[in-house]
């Protein structure tokens, strides 16, 4: 091969795996590369800060199942990516962070934005590739941007800056993809063993299972086996809403039917989860988690299998092959199924318990008034929802009620903070995602304190024409944290109230739309208008201070103080 430039060899590399779409903050650490993203066929998007671009990166992998790219200026533009990276390992994202570094002949002089790159990501990444000479950044880019996809998870290309210079005698790697396995013979067929002499099989149906696209074969076992189907927590996208055999999501402010139903199960395949404390601990004061029950657990990832809750069978693959091998071994015409015989009850079960509960949804969130009390919110908001639409939520007390009002019938919608739990998730999350499917409407729901985190992204939806919707809860507060004061802290409100400007004014005069929303009749318009209008828009739904259940009332303790100074904050 001709020589080519260290800039050259890079984006070659970025384009042989298809990366359209860059996001970030200019810099003059990889100006040399940036500079011919445009003649390479990517975009690059420029943000408002770099916790956003990799927020975005992530939005962009989740509906895409391709990689999310975001890059910065070494030192400051890198630290300012943490909080992004750590919420993109936990949603199990193939973003690929690349980090241009202080120039190698400075480092440990302390010259001018450096720190060490590598230490910080250590944690939150599968795989950080240190590139320490301009010959080998076509390789270790590769990589990197192969083991994310393969490991599902954020990969970092540490880059010197000055080794984006000079010529290179180099090949571009050819792209490796690899067919993922459905896991060993035995545990599969130890499986379908199980399955064929279940009487009340549930199916639950995780992260893995969308993330491999196996949605089809999970309907397809679900409907063979008719066995009920759940959600883990937060993957609500992971089985069609309007299936019959679809009873909803478990975990915080999750379906009481799916809780009702997975605590009924003898056998439970469990699709790509590692069954995580928030989707399995007893909600509303239901304990659900079936302990007696046989526990089949599928997961590509060897580390969470048991790592949560004991299984019965662990199968080390893939959720879509294994949930098609489980499928050839059953339908095998010498195999009974004995959930057959109860299918009939099982079914009637299934109808009346998602009945019950789509009642009691309905009973607690009917009431009408201004400020719109906030289930009441949801509601309509489910209700206006566009079947095709993207959603993202944050992590506010609002947001996660949303859990029982968000449905979806297609795979890679719902994008929610996942067990990083950070506040400022949603908006950049759900621009990200916008970008990656610009004819699907995509909406984040935000509170209005994470919204100070958020909103000067509007100005990057409006310069780079990103048409999100913004739907902010506007109660005054930081209310998922104030319900913490109010049940252990004698509702000494401490940082906790908020003085807000008014956020539709705020949108407006950076260009975009912005709606104040008083009344519930309003809140089903303002989100079909918005959705439909090709511009970025936000809708500043002043709602009630009314907060739902906290997220973890076992986490805290009663105060207690000693000194006599604290008394009246906890008497012994
Ligand atoms: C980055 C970050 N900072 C702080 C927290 C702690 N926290 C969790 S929920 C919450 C309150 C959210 O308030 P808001 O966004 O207004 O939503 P609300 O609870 O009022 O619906 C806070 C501060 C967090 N999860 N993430
Ligand atoms: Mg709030």
Redesign the pocket.
């Known amino acids: 091969m001709a020589l080519i430039s260290a800039s050259e060899a890079f984006v070659e590399t970025l384009v042989a795996h298809g990366v359209e779409h860059v996001f970030g903050i200019v810099g003059s650490a990889y100006m040399d590369a940036l500079d011919i993203f445009p003649a390479a066929g990517i975009r690059f998007i420029s943000v408002a800060h770099e916790q956003n671009a990799a927020h975005m990166a992530d939005g962009y992998a989740r509906v895409t199942n391709r990689h999310g790219v975001c890059i910065g200026q070494n030192g400051p533009g890198i630290t300012n990516f943490v909080?992004a990276i750590a919420a993109a390992y936990w949603a199990h994202s193939p973003v690929v962070a690349i980090t241009p570094e202080a120039g190698s002949m400075g480092t440990g002089l302390g010259g001018f934005q450096e720190t060490d790159q590598l230490p910080i990501f250590s944690k939150i990444t599968k795989y950080q590739a240190h590139v320490s000479h301009p010959e080998r950044i076509a390789e270790l880019t590769d990589r990197a941007l192969t083991i994310a996809l393969h490991e599902r998870g954020p990969t970092q290309i540490n880059i010197p800056r000055n080794n984006f210079y000079g010529d290179i005698d180099i090949e571009i790697p050819a792209v490796r993809s690899l067919e993922r396995p459905a896991g060993g013979a035995e545990s599969l067929e130890a499986a379908a063993d199980l399955l064929a002499r279940a009487r009340f099989p549930v199916i639950l149906a995780g992260g893995g299972s969308v993330m491999s696209g196996g949605q089809a074969e999970t309907v397809r076992l679900a409907e063979f086996l008719s066995a009920p189907v759940v959600t883990s927590y937060l993957h609500n996208d992971a089985f069609p809403a309007s299936h019959p055999l679809m009873c909803g999501p478990l975990g915080y402010q999750g379906s009481k039917a799916a809780m009702r139903i997975i605590a009924q199960a003898d056998v439970v395949l469990a699709l790509g989860s590692r069954l995580g404390p928030f989707g399995t601990l007893p909600q509303y004061d239901i304990e659900y988690w079936p302990v007696d029950a046989q526990i089949i657990q599928v997961d590509s990832d060897s580390r969470m299998l048991g790592l949560v809750r004991p299984f019965s069978v662990g199968i080390h693959g893939d959720a879509r092959a294994a949930a098609r091998e489980i499928f050839e071994r059953l339908r095998a015409p010498d195999r009974k199924i004995a959930a057959r015989e109860d299918e009939e009850a099982r079914l009637a079960e299934v109808v009346e318990q998602k009945r019950r509960w789509e009642s009691e949804l309905d009973a607690w969130s009917s009431s009408a008034g201004t400020p719109i009390p906030?289930r009441r919110c949801l509601r309509e908001l489910e209700k206006a929802m566009p079947e095709s639409a993207l959603v993202a939520t944050?992590?506010?007390?609002?947001?996660?009620a949303a859990n029982s009002y968000l449905r979806f019938e297609r795979p890679n919608s719902f994008l929610a903070a996942m067990a990083f739990?950070?506040?400022?998730y949603a908006f950049p999350t759900a621009m990200g995602a916008k970008v990656a499917e610009p004819e699907r409407p995509a909406v984040a729901y935000?509170?209005?304190?994470?919204?100070g985190?958020s909103l000067a992204e509007v100005m990057t939806c409006v310069r780079e024409d990103i048409p999100v919707t913004a739907v902010v809860?506007n109660?005054g507060?930081?209310?998922?944290?104030?319900?913490n004061q109010i049940d252990f802290y004698d509702s000494r409100f401490l940082g906790?109230n908020?003085e807000n400007p008014s956020f539709a004014e705020i949108a407006r005069a950076m260009g975009a739309r912005g709606t104040r929303v008083d009344h519930p009749d309003q809140v089903g318009d303002a989100l079909r208008e918005a959705t439909r209008s090709g511009k970025p828009s936000v809708l500043e739904i002043m709602v009630t201070q009314e907060?739902g259940e906290p997220?973890r009332r076992d986490a805290l303790k009663k105060p207690v103080r000693r000194l006599a100074k604290y008394r009246d904050y906890g008497a012994p």
């Open positions: 909080t906030p944050d992590i506010g007390n609002l947001c996660s739990g950070n506040c400022g935000v509170g209005d304190g994470a919204w985190m809860f109660n507060q930081w209310g998922a944290e104030k319900r906790t908020l907060l997220f």
